[in-house]
């Protein structure tokens, strides 16, 4: 390897433990007693030490990202996958209220980490209730004008909601606010006339920068905005593939077999991560799901995705642990994605191989803490969905934002 295109500080060995079918089903199976054995009469589970850092209020968290509405959302698509799992949706007007009362961060409308995310679980499972229904569309109208751009607060994440309510019910008011949502990521998506490249300046926790990746920047926003095509004009398709490619084939930084990205530009940050949220494994989920094409930069996406995909693999699993957001199973799906686009069973072993090293991660952290880790994003809750989507590779898709 030529150039240093990832820390390697960050990625520990791979596990040697061979891929076994029972265990991963006997980990999703523990990890589900878990978690409901730890609910606490608050509607909430014990915060995590790990997350607890990233917060500066203690107590329970309740948002999606990392809070009892995506452990309650986990359970919902686990019980959906015909787990053992109890439905907690009818706990989510206490999570919703509780967290009006005390915020994780701020009260906020955005989906990860705002009221959006704790009132889907509701929503789906009652999508007829229309007192429901508007205070969702409340909180979707509320994104379109904020100078986000992005996925965890911003248009990028309700456009997710917004498509997969449109996707399950074909309520127009849902197509209406993901069509919203699209309008102002084209009108705010402008080129830079020093490098060419097409960026999004998303103000999230403040500063303004021009993000890459699938959280914050032009990859995350391009795959909403791929996936929803069908419901804009004609020619969307066409057009954000060629200013996304041209923008990833700008701004990566490549060896001859390998491809990664910096976290952002203006400011410059050359930091090269090589996880979910920042770097590789989310520039592979996000466009991995792109529409094949007979056309150049379709061709120019495979080539970097496969470049990418082997970057992902090199490095390793994540020392963070076994987590979704920046751990190994987020990893694990870019292996998944590219195993859909390609069918190439070389990248379901890779994702299996990082299943039972993220197993191992869970259990050794299990022990460490004295607890385990009730979250979607960033704990053991995503885990088990990825476990199920590694037995079940057709049905792949991140949880809170690919799939509801």
Request: with cysteine.
């Amino acid at each position: 390897m030529l150039l240093p295109l990832f820390d390697t500080s960050r990625h520990e060995p791979l596990t040697n433990n061979l891929w076994c079918e029972a265990t991963a089903q006997a980990e999703i199976a523990a990890i589900i007693a878990d978690i409901e054995q730890a609910l606490l009469p608050e509607a909430c589970w014990p915060t995590h030490s790990l997350d607890a850092e990233s917060y500066p209020r203690p107590g329970p968290k309740w948002a999606s990202y990392a809070g009892a509405a995506g452990t309650i959302h986990a359970l919902q698509i686990l019980r959906r996958y015909g787990y053992n799992a109890r439905d907690l949706s009818g706990f989510i007007e206490t999570v919703y209220q509780s967290f009006l009362k005390e915020p994780d961060v701020a009260v906020e409308p955005g989906l990860q980490i705002g009221e959006l995310g704790i009132l889907m679980p509701a929503i789906l499972a009652q999508p007829e209730d229309q007192q429901l229904a508007q205070r969702v569309v409340r909180c979707m109208e509320a994104t379109i004008a904020l100078p986000l751009y992005e996925i965890t607060s911003g248009q990028t994440g309700m456009m997710h909601a917004a498509l997969a309510l449109y996707r399950k019910t074909a309520d127009n008011r849902w197509r209406s606010m993901y069509v919203q949502g699209a309008k102002s990521l084209m009108d705010n998506w402008h080129q830079d006339t020093d490098t060419g490249e097409w960026l999004w300046q998303s103000q999230v926790f403040g500063p303004k920068r021009h993000y890459y990746g699938a959280c914050h920047g032009v990859a995350g926003n391009a795959n909403v905005l791929l996936q929803g095509a069908d419901l804009l004009p004609d020619g969307y398709v066409e057009l954000v593939m060629k200013r996304t490619i041209a923008t990833l084939n700008i701004s990566a930084k490549q060896d001859t077999d390998l491809a990664n990205w910096p976290l952002c530009t203006k400011p410059n940050i050359e930091k090269l991560l090589v996880q979910w949220c920042h770097g590789a494994a989310g520039i592979v989920t996000a466009m991995a799901r792109t529409p094949k094409v007979d056309s150049e930069e379709s061709k120019q996406l495979d080539q970097l995705l496969e470049k990418t995909g082997e970057l992902v693999w090199l490095a390793g699993p994540l020392v963070k642990g076994s987590n979704i957001c920046h751990g190994t199973a987020g990893n694990g799906y870019a292996f998944l994605y590219l195993y859909h686009r390609w069918g190439n069973p070389l990248w379901l072993e890779r994702a299996k191989k990082f299943a039972m090293h993220a197993i191992a991660q869970c259990q050794r952290d299990r022990l460490r803490y004295g607890q385990g880790r009730f979250t979607l994003w960033t704990g053991d809750a995503g885990l088990a969905i990825f476990l199920h989507h590694c037995l079940h590779p057709e049905t792949a898709a991140i949880p809170g934002l690919d799939l509801f």
